[in-house]
Nanobody, 115 residues
Framework: QVQLVESGGDFVHAGGSLRLSCVVH????????MNWYRQPPGLQRELVASRTGTGITWYPDSVKGRFTISRDEAKNTVFLQMNSLKFEDTAVYVC?????????WGRGTQVTVSS
């Protein structure tokens, strides 16, 4: 039984920063891929950060240079550091972890950026 719980979402003014956390409760066989998705209100979900178990990261151009995904193995936690936030970053941010057999999803944390 695995549960992913995100936290850290908040209301922030444009230019501000937030760090989102994704705590993994239970045991996952391996962290093959760690992802952060976001879903703006009324729009479709998009991938904004990805990290492989070997430390390779990927970001779309929309967040590159502003967002950083990282992992604390000891705390079983995945982070998303978000800097220089823009109004367009407003969304529910969802953690996703793949172990090669299935996907685990959190329920999301709301990030609201005021212009």
């Amino acid at each position: 039984q695995v549960q992913l719980v995100e936290s850290g979402g908040d209301f922030v003014h444009a230019g501000g920063s937030l760090r989102l956390s994704c705590v993994v409760h239970g045991s996952i066989s391996s962290f093959d891929t760690m992802n952060w998705y976001r879903q703006p209100p009324g729009l479709q979900r998009e991938l904004v950060a990805s990290r492989t178990g070997t430390g390779i990261t990927w970001y779309p151009d929309s967040v590159k240079g502003r967002f950083t995904i990282s992992r604390d193995e000891a705390k079983n936690t995945v982070f998303l550091q978000m800097n220089s936030l823009k109004f367009e970053d407003t969304a529910v941010y969802v953690c996703n972890i793949q172990d090669g057999y299935r996907d685990y999803w959190g329920r999301g944390t709301q990030v609201t950026v005021s212009s």
